[in-house]
């Protein structure tokens, strides 16, 4: 699996956003990157945020923690079911 994850205190510096709240912030960075929509998730571990997940082969997750994940996914056209 490819990925790329930033922390929500390189988040924080990379987009200056110290002090806003996580849920700001990715309301932000949706409205920004005009991102069409994400759903909300609760991991088994407790971890909480919302994920996008691309026809074209990618997964984005922002997680309560401010923190953004970035993994490369099969996309559907890839995926094999034989």
């Given at each position: 699996m490819?990925n790329?994850?930033?922390s929500?205190?390189v988040?924080?510096?990379?987009?200056?956003?110290?002090?806003?709240?996580a849920?700001?912030f990715g309301n932000?960075?949706?409205e920004?990157?005009k991102?069409?929509?994400?759903?909300?998730?609760?991991?088994q571990?407790?971890?909480?945020g919302r994920?996008?997940?691309?026809?074209?082969?990618?997964?984005?997750?922002?997680?309560?923690e401010k923190?953004?994940i970035l993994?490369?996914?099969?996309?559907?056209?890839e995926m094999k079911?034989d």
């Amino acid at each position: 699996m490819t990925n790329i994850v930033l922390s929500g205190a390189v988040v924080d510096t990379l987009f200056n956003s110290t002090g806003l709240p996580a849920e700001d912030f990715g309301n932000k960075f949706v409205e920004s990157y005009k991102i069409e929509s994400m759903e909300p998730f609760i991991e088994q571990d407790g971890t909480v945020g919302r994920r996008f997940i691309s026809p074209e082969g990618f997964k984005l997750t922002l997680t309560s923690e401010k923190d953004i994940i970035l993994e490369k996914i099969a996309a559907p056209a890839e995926m094999k079911f034989d």
